[in-house]
């Protein structure tokens, strides 16, 4: 089955950078669309960014650009969140996810990692 | 920007229909997917397109959408249904979800 496992979160000050990984097995990595989605402690899913098979599109949310990027190694099999300028609000636990069931260039989520918890704070 | 609406909260007794809503403007024009989540774990696909369930979801759950209103159902509810589910749906290249609705089964 597909596995999908996070890594890299940790305690981080304000203003400081933290790297996530999302290490991809049991499936062939480039052909899928890959996304990190987010939940703050006791809060709903948020979603923060997705990339492209071949990493030429990428995409965020508002409330992330400028300070985070997404990117991936097809030959790692791995997906990164490089997350810069941190704030107490980018406190969560962070999941990858595949996206699978596409139609018109719209995709559902089928499989997630167990995520990695980012904490923000002096 | 655009918003998803869910009740916060659900309560159904076992065996008996659960629905959950999932309000935005002209949802209906767009596909919707339902993620269930139980204390401690990742997000579970259960319905994607509005009404289809993956490989391995029970036929209980099942979803329609029309108008400005998505919604999952559960017939036939179990104890082992009761969790936070979300809602979500695409806003051009934005992923947007509802706020989740905790399912009791009392």
């Known amino acids: 089955e597909v596995h999908l496992v996070e890594s890299g979160g940790g305690l981080v000050q304000p203003g400081g950078s933290l790297r996530l990984s999302c290490a991809a097995s049991?499936?062939?990595?480039?052909?899928?669309?890959m996304n990190w989605v987010r939940q703050a402690p006791g809060k709903g899913l948020e979603w923060v960014a997705k990339?492209?098979?071949?990493?030429?599109?990428?995409f965020y949310v508002d409330s992330v650009k400028g300070r985070f990027t997404i990117s991936r190694d097809n030959a790692k099999t791995s997906l990164y969140l490089q997350m810069n300028s941190l704030r107490a609000e980018d406190t969560a636990v962070y999941y990858c996810?595949?996206?699978?069931?596409?139609?018109?260039?719209?995709?559902?989520?089928?499989?997630w990692g167990q995520g990695t918890l980012v904490t923000v704070s002096s | 920007s655009y918003e998803l609406t869910q009740p916060p909260s659900v309560s159904v007794s076992p065996g008996q229909t659960a629905s959950i809503t999932c309000s935005g403007d002209?949802?209906?024009?767009?596909?919707v997917s339902w993620y269930q989540q139980k204390p401690g774990q990742s997000p579970v696909l259960v319905i994607y397109?509005?009404?289809k369930r993956p490989s391995g979801i029970p036929e209980r759950f099942s979803g329609s959408n029309s108008g400005n209103t998505a919604t999952l159902t559960i017939s036939g509810t179990q104890a082992m249904d009761e969790a936070d589910y979300y809602c979500?749906?695409?806003?051009?290249?934005?992923?947007?979800f509802g706020g989740g609705t905790k399912l009791t089964v009392l």
């Open positions: 996810a595949r996206e699978a069931f596409c139609s018109g260039g719209v995709c559902a989520w089928d499989y």
């Open positions: 049991r499936f062939t990595f480039s052909n899928y669309w």
């Open positions: 990339i492209k098979q071949d990493g030429s599109e990428k």
């Open positions: 002209k949802l209906g024009e767009k596909y």
């Open positions: 397109q509005d009404t």
């Open positions: 979500q749906a695409w806003d051009s290249i934005t992923a947007v």
